[in-house]
C-alpha cells in the first residue's frame, strides 16, 4: 500500500480524535514499550518497505475502543519526538501514519532516501499513554 493511500485511510479514523488535556490520559504500565521489529535501525532496504509493530506490557485495540491498558500504533516518519506534545491526539499528515484498525504492520512505498521511524501507541482517541509508550527511532535508507 503506498503511503498516500495508507494516509487517506488514516483519516478516518483519525477524524474522530478530539484534543483532551493531559490529564485525561490513559495510564499505561511504567515498563510498556512500542518497538519495531523490522525493518532493523540501520537497514538499507528497497521499496516497497514493510514495517512490523511490536508492542510489550500492553494490548492492542482499535481506535475508539476503550480497553484498559491497550491501543494502537501511529507511526511517525522523520518527526523529532522532542517535537512532540504528548498530551494531545496525534496528527494525521504524511509524518504521523494512524493504525486505528489495530494493524501490526505496513507496506509503504518510499522514496529514496533515508529515514527515521518510530511508533508512537495512542488510546481509543489517538491521545497517548501517560507515560507515552513510544518506540527508539530507527534510521533507515531506501535504495
Same mark, same amino acid.
Given at each position: 500500500m503506498s503511503l498516500h493511500k495508507v494516509f487517506a485511510s488514516a483519516l478516518v479514523f483519525a477524524s474522530v480524535a478530539v484534543a483532551a488535556p493531559a490529564q485525561?490520559? &490513559?495510564p499505561a !504500565?511504567? +515498563?510498556?514499550?512500542?518497538?519495531i521489529v523490522a525493518p532493523e535501525d540501520g537497514a538499507t532496504v528497497a521499496s516497497p518497505v514493510t514495517v512490523r509493530f511490536g508492542l510489550q506490557g500492553m494490548g492492542v485495540a482499535p481506535a475508539g475502543v476503550d480497553n484498559a491498558m491497550t491501543g @494502537?500504533? @501511529? %507511526? /511517525? $516518519?522523520?518527526?523529532? !519526538?522532542? *517535537?512532540? #506534545?504528548?498530551?494531545q491526539w496525534? !496528527?494525521? +499528515? #504524511?509524518?504521523?501514519i494512524h493504525f486505528g484498525g489495530g494493524q501490526t504492520e505496513v507496506t509503504l512505498d518510499m522514496d529514496p532516501g *533515508?529515514? *527515521? %521511524?518510530? /511508533? %508512537? /501507541?495512542?488510546?481509543?482517541n489517538h $491521545? !497517548? @499513554?501517560?507515560? =507515552?509508550?513510544? &518506540?527508539? =527511532? $530507527? *534510521?533507515?535508507t531506501v535504495e
Open positions: 485525561d490520559r &490513559s !504500565p511504567e +515498563d510498556a514499550r512500542a518497538y @494502537h500504533h @501511529h %507511526l /511517525l $516518519i522523520d518527526v523529532d !519526538p522532542d *517535537t512532540v #506534545d504528548y498530551s496525534v !496528527p494525521a +499528515d #504524511d509524518n504521523h *533515508t529515514y *527515521t %521511524l518510530w /511508533l %508512537l /501507541l495512542g488510546d481509543a $491521545i !497517548p @499513554h501517560d507515560p =507515552p509508550v513510544r &518506540s527508539e =527511532p $530507527i *534510521t533507515i
